[in-house]
């Protein structure tokens, strides 16, 4: 979402710039100035990365919350606007706290590294739609400074963040080009003193867990997982990659009664594994029920003569809710469905 004013901003201080003027979206991410940090909130700045021509790097960097205990209902990301794949935030594993300190950054690019999943401090999600000025001059914005807002609620429905919470900046590249590219990535928190905020939200993650879906073969698998108490969905979305076919979640009663296309993709793109559909709801608009399961099915065409499975492919179910104390993780015993359902 862009301030209408910035168009004339930029458009200013373009015909007050020398003419020979370096145009500071023309420079590599790790030399660009740091966006000003929030005045109410607090801001997380990676270190400097390297990712090597035609490369794929995941990097984590690891710290902990020192503030007072607050409500997060606005986090914008400025990430490489030509090379960054994700920014988020994200919860260390148990077995992270006593290998990895404040500061550490690593390397996370191997299997090994990503998997089991770590759980997302703080996922997309928005009360508000998209202004989209079509006076803007696109030329002129500057994506690393103004950045995206991932997270866009009100100040009373916030995910709690509290003092000493452990947090990881995963942070992923995909360098296209054929020169070594230096980049960064900045997270502004806007907060909210608890006691202000009435309702709490927090991330779900539904996965199917293990799989191997045969070579050329359209493969369907589906896995519930139940809710235990009622919440209020704010925003549900699906991953899957390049083999995606078809993505769907169902909700399902306790007696087997079943509301189709809570989620609906039918027909998967391999680029939404990078840009996934999200879909917004406002309050009161998507409740599940305590003892009500969210049924997922992935579709996928697996058009390569061997198997695949994790990390190739993936079966996730993500979205916010409330309330939510804490993060809600499932994992699924998926079970193969009709071919090509």
């Known amino acids: 979402m862009r301030p209408i004013a910035f168009a004339?901003?930029?458009?200013?201080?373009?015909?007050?710039?020398?003419?020979d003027a370096v145009d500071p979206r023309d420079l590599?991410?790790?030399?660009?100035?740091i966006p000003p940090a929030p005045t109410e909130g607090f801001q997380i700045v990676t270190p400097v990365v390297e990712i090597p021509a035609g490369e794929e790097r995941f990097y984590c960097y690891y710290g902990t919350y020192r503030g007072p205990d607050v409500g997060v209902y606005r986090m914008v990301v400025h990430s490489d606007p030509d090379f960054s794949h994700h920014s988020l935030l994200k919860a260390p594993l148990p077995v992270e706290d006593a290998d990895r300190a404040d500061g550490d950054l690593v390397d996370c690019s191997s299997v090994e590294e990503q998997f089991p999943p770590r759980p997302t401090l703080l996922?997309?999600?928005s009360l508000f739609d998209e202004v989209d000025d079509e006076d803007e001059d696109e030329a002129l914005i500057d994506d690393w400074m103004?950045?995206?807002?991932?997270?866009?609620?009100?100040?009373?429905?916030?995910?709690?963040?509290?003092?000493?919470?452990?947090?990881?900046?995963?942070?992923?590249f995909v360098n296209t080009s054929d020169?070594?590219?230096?980049?960064?990535?900045?997270?502004?928190?806007?907060?909210e003193p608890q006691e202000a905020v009435e309702n709490f939200v927090n991330t779900f993650n539904h996965d199917a867990g293990g799989f191997q879906l045969p070579p050329g073969q359209v493969t369907t698998l589906d896995f519930d997982c139940a809710w235990e108490n009622d919440v209020t969905i704010l925003a549900i979305g699906g991953h899957m990659h390049r083999w995606g076919d078809r993505y769907r979640v169902?909700?399902?009663?306790?007696?087997?009664?079943?509301?189709?296309g809570v989620y609906a993709v039918d027909e998967w793109r391999p680029d939404m594994r990078?840009?996934?559909v999200v879909d917004q709801h406002a309050p009161g608009e998507l409740i599940v029920r305590a003892g009500d399961s969210f049924r997922t099915s992935c579709t996928w065409d697996n058009t390569e003569d061997r198997p695949l499975s994790f990390p190739d492919e993936m079966c996730t179910?993500?979205?916010?809710?409330?309330?939510?104390?804490?993060?809600?993780?499932?994992i699924g015993d998926a079970q193969q469905g009709p071919p090509g359902r």
């Open 250 to 260: 169902d909700q399902v009663g306790p007696q087997g009664t079943v509301d189709e």
């Open 146 to 172: 103004e950045g995206e807002e991932w997270v866009n609620l009100t100040p009373d429905l916030a995910f709690r963040f509290d003092s000493g919470q452990r947090w990881l900046a995963d942070i992923h």
């Open 179 to 191: 020169e070594l590219v230096r980049s960064r990535a900045v997270f502004d928190l806007h907060t």
């Open 8 to 19: 004339l901003l930029a458009t200013s201080l373009s015909a007050c710039a020398p003419a």
């Open 123 to 125: 996922e997309s999600v």
């Open 317 to 330: 179910t993500f979205g916010v809710g409330y309330p939510i104390d804490d993060a809600v993780y499932c």
């Open 274 to 276: 990078f840009d996934p």
């Open 28 to 33: 590599p991410i790790a030399d660009r100035e």
